[in-house]
C-alpha cells in the first residue's frame, strides 16, 4: 500500500486529542487505511496535509506522477479530532508534537472552518494542475486588442470592507451638463488570466464562490490572482471590463455601453471610513484627501446612487434587514460580538451594482446571447407574508406584490425597529432562495422579486463568484464577434451547480458565525440575557440575545413562548465545534 503520510517532501502532520482532551506524550495511535485509485483527471479535495482537521472520518487525496488519484480514508479510534500533533511517518504514531484543547476558549476556528469545508465537499486549496498553471502567471493581463481604452487617468476608486483584499471594481462618474450622471464600473477582467477549461477555472467552478468564514476566508482563486493580479489594487494598472450608463434625475437609466479598458485604481478606500463623511459626521478619509477631486467624485457617485435607490424602492425593491453577528477575534479569542450595520457608502456601492448587472443583462440580450441570471421568483409562501403582516395588524394584497410588501416593510422598520430584522427573516424564508438560471434571447425573464428588477445577471465580482465570470465571458465574446463560449448544457450544468454550491458557502459561513459566538459565550455559563423569541417550530424555540446579538436555542421553559416575545434567559452551554448555544427561561419580560 502507498504510504499516505509521506512524500517528497518529507511525512505530513495531522492533529490528534481524544473527546476533546490533550492525548499524553509518546501514546501509540492505530489507525486504519483504506486505498482506492481514481485513473486520468480527477477531482482534487486539498493538497494540504499538515494542517488540523475534526472529525472520525478524513478523506485525503494524493497523486502519484502518472496522474491517479489514490483516496485514503482514515479511520480514527477517537471521537474527536483536534489541536494537539501526531508525526506520522508510514503510517504508524511516532509521537505527539504540540498543543492541545484546554477546553472551549482552546477551540480553534480555523480547524473548524476546515473541517466544515470538507464536511460539506468545498474545497480548501488548489489541485496540483492549478499550482502548476498558477506557477505560469507572473504578471498581470495585458492586450493587444484596439479596442481595449485607456482610462487610467479617470479618477477611479475602490470601496470595499476595511479588510478586502481582492477588489473586484472601480468606480468614477461624470457630471452631465443636463444634470445626468454618467456612472462608470470596471470590473477586474478575471477571464484573461483564468481562461474556461483550465485547471484554475476547474478548481473554480467546484466551489463557485469564496467562502468568507470567521476562522479563515477560502477564496474562490488563489490568493496571488484574486488578491493580487486579477485585483484592481491601489496604484498599478490593470485590464477590465467597463459598465458605463446615465442615470437621469428621476433615477431612471437612460443609456448605457460595455467595452474593456485599461485603468488605474487611485484611492482604496473602506465604507466605515467614507460614510461619516458622507453623512457629515466624520473627515475626509485620507486616501481620498490625497487625490484632487477624489473628494467632487465621492459626493457625484453617492446622489447618483440615492436617485437609483430611490427608483429602485418605488418600484417595490425590498427593504430587509437581517442579522449576521461577525466577530473581533485577537490571537485565536473571540473578543467582542457586534452587527455590521449598513451605512450610507455600502448602499452606494450596492445600488451602482444592482443598476450594472441590470446593464449587463440588457446588453448580452440585445447582442443575441444567453444571459445566466440570477433570479429570486415570486415568493413560493405569500400566505406566511401575509400572516406575518396579519400579526402586526397590517394587510397586504391577496397576490404577491412587492411594491406593496415595501411599502409594508419599511413602515415597520420605523414602527418596530426592534423586531424588524426577524421579521426580515421571516419574509426571507418566505421569498425563498436566490437562483442562478440561463434565459435565452427573446424569452420573458423570471426576474428578481427582491430587488423589483425584471433583467438581473451577477457582474460584478468574478474574483469571488464564478457567475460573475461566465457572464464576463459572455459579454467579452459579444464584444469580440465572437460565438457564445459556452453550450445550453454547459450554461444550465453551471446554474445549478452555482446555485447549489453557493448554498452550500452560506451553511458553512453561518455555521462559523455560531462556532464563533459560542466560542465568545463559553466563558459566560450562568449568565442571563435579555432576548427576543426568533422561532418556535417542531424542532423547537428558538431566542436572540438583544446584547451580545447571538441566537441559540430555548430547552427549558419554552411552553407558551411566542415569536416576538421578550424573555430574560439564562446561558447554560456552548458546543463551539457545532455552534450549539443553550438557554434557559429565568423570568419573564427582561
Not at 474593456?260 to 478606500?269: D, E, I, L
Amino acid at each position: 500500500m502507498i504510504d499516505p503520510f509521506v512524500s517528497s517532501t518529507g511525512p505530513h502532520t495531522i492533529p490528534i486529542s481524544k473527546h476533546g482532551k490533550h492525548v499524553p506524550p509518546g501514546r501509540d495511535v492505530d489507525w486504519n487505511f483504506e486505498e482506492t485509485v481514481e485513473k486520468g483527471e480527477t477531482r482534487h479535495k486539498s493538497h494540504d496535509f499538515d494542517r488540523p482537521f475534526r472529525g472520525h472520518k478524513i478523506h485525503r487525496r494524493d497523486y502519484d506522477g502518472d496522474g491517479r488519484a489514490h483516496h485514503f480514508k482514515i479511520n480514527s479510534h477517537f471521537g474527536t479530532i483536534a489541536a494537539s500533533g501526531v508525526n506520522y511517518q508510514s503510517g504508524v504514531a511516532a509521537e505527539i508534537l504540540a498543543g492541545s484543547l484546554d477546553g472551549a476558549q482552546g477551540a480553534n476556528l480555523t480547524e473548524i472552518a476546515y473541517h466544515v469545508m470538507d464536511d460539506w465537499g468545498l474545497l480548501t486549496g488548489s489541485s496540483p494542475d492549478s499550482l502548476q498553471q498558477l506557477k505560469g502567471i507572473a504578471e498581470p493581463a495585458q492586450s493587444t486588442d484596439p479596442g481595449v481604452v485607456d482610462l487610467r487617468k479617470m479618477l477611479w476608486c475602490s470601496i470595499d470592507n476595511d479588510d478586502s483584499r481582492d477588489l473586484d471594481q472601480l468606480t468614477v462618474a461624470e457630471e452631465l451638463p443636463n444634470g445626468d450622471v454618467k456612472i462608470y464600473v470596471a470590473i477586474a477582467d478575471v477571464d484573461a488570466l483564468v481562461p474556461k477549461g483550465s485547471p484554475l477555472d476547474r478548481d473554480a467552478f467546484h466551489n463557485t464562490t469564496s467562502v468568507y468564514t470567521t476562522g479563515k476566508i477560502f477564496s474562490m482563486l488563489p490568493e496571488k490572482l484574486s488578491t493580487d493580479l486579477t485585483s484592481l489594487n491601489p496604484g498599478v494598472d490593470r485590464l477590465a471590463v467597463v459598465t458605463e450608463y446615465t442615470v437621469g434625475k428621476d433615477g431612471e437609466i437612460k443609456s448605457s455601453n460595455i467595452y474593456r479598458a485599461m485603468v488605474h485604481n487611485h484611492a482604496k478606500m473602506a465604507y466605515n471610513s467614507v460614510s461619516p463623511w458622507l453623512e457629515g459626521k466624520g473627515p475626509l478619509p485620507q486616501p481620498a484627501a490625497d487625490v484632487k477631486g477624489m473628494d467632487d467624485q465621492l459626493r457625484i457617485q453617492d446622489q447618483a446612487a440615492q436617485k437609483l435607490r430611490e427608483r429602485r424602492h418605488e418600484n417595490g425593491a425590498l427593504t430587509l434587514e437581517t442579522l449576521e453577528p461577525k466577530a473581533v477575534i485577537q490571537d485565536g479569542k473571540v473578543l467582542n460580538m457586534y452587527v455590521e450595520e449598513k451605512n450610507r457608502a455600502r448602499e452606494l456601492i450596492e445600488d451602482i451594482m444592482v443598476a450594472a448587472n441590470g446593464v449587463a443583462a440588457r446588453f448580452l440580450n440585445e447582442k443575441g446571447f444567453p444571459t445566466f441570471m440570477r433570479v429570486v421568483r415570486t415568493p413560493y409562501n405569500w400566505g406566511g407574508i401575509l400572516q406575518a403582516a396579519k400579526e402586526v395588524g397590517e394587510t397586504l394584497p391577496d397576490e404577491p406584490d412587492s411594491a406593496a410588501l415595501e411599502k409594508f416593510l419599511a413602515k415597520q422598520k420605523v414602527k418596530d425597529p426592534l423586531h424588524f430584522p426577524d421579521l426580515s427573516v421571516t419574509v426571507v424564508k418566505c421569498l425563498g432562495r436566490g437562483e442562478y438560471a440561463v434565459q435565452q434571447p427573446g424569452e420573458e425573464p423570471i426576474g428578481h422579486f427582491g430587488l423589483a428588477v425584471k433583467d438581473y445577471s451577477h457582474s460584478t465580482a468574478p474574483n469571488r463568484r464564478y457567475p460573475d465570470i461566465i457572464t464576463q465571458r459572455l459579454i467579452k465574446a459579444a464584444l469580440a464577434g465572437k460565438p457564445c463560449p459556452y453550450t445550453v448544457s454547459e450554461l444550465d450544468q453551471g446554474a445549478e451547480q452555482c446555485t447549489e454550491q453557493e448554498h452550500i458557502a452560506d451553511k458553512v459561513e453561518r455555521h462559523l458565525r455560531k462556532s464563533a459566538a459560542a466560542l465568545y459565550l463559553s466563558d459566560k455559563i450562568g449568565q442571563r440575557f435579555d432576548a427576543l423569541v426568533t422561532g418556535v417550530n417542531e424542532k423547537g424555540t428558538w431566542v436572540r440575545t438583544l446584547k451580545p446579538p447571538t441566537e441559540g436555542r430555548l430547552v427549558h421553559g419554552e411552553e407558551g413562548a411566542k415569536v416576538g416575545a421578550k424573555l430574560r434567559v439564562k446561558l447554560i452551554d456552548v458546543d463551539v465545534e457545532k455552534g450549539h448555544i443553550d438557554f434557559v427561561r429565568t423570568g419573564g419580560k427582561g
